[in-house]
């Protein structure tokens, strides 16, 4: 997974349009949580502004 968050934060063109300063570490949260189901909770940097959608089952 590491290999893909580096390649993660070579897409400029995506990361310019993020809801928050993308890092190493947050987006290998992000693909840790993506790879085992869990929809919510991921680490948010202190004072963000981003909305998170929460899907209900």
Do not use: C, Q, W, Y
């Not at 570490?25 to 992000?30: F, K, T």
């Not at 929809?39 to 899907?55: E, Q």
């Amino acid at each position: 997974m590491a290999d893909l968050a580096e390649l993660g934060l070579r897409s400029t063109r995506l990361l310019a349009i993020a809801p928050l300063e993308p890092s190493r570490d947050l987006l290998l949260d992000i693909l840790s949580r993506a790879h085992a189901g869990i929809l919510d909770g991921a680490k948010v940097t202190k004072g963000a502004n981003v909305r998170v959608a929460r899907t209900h089952t």
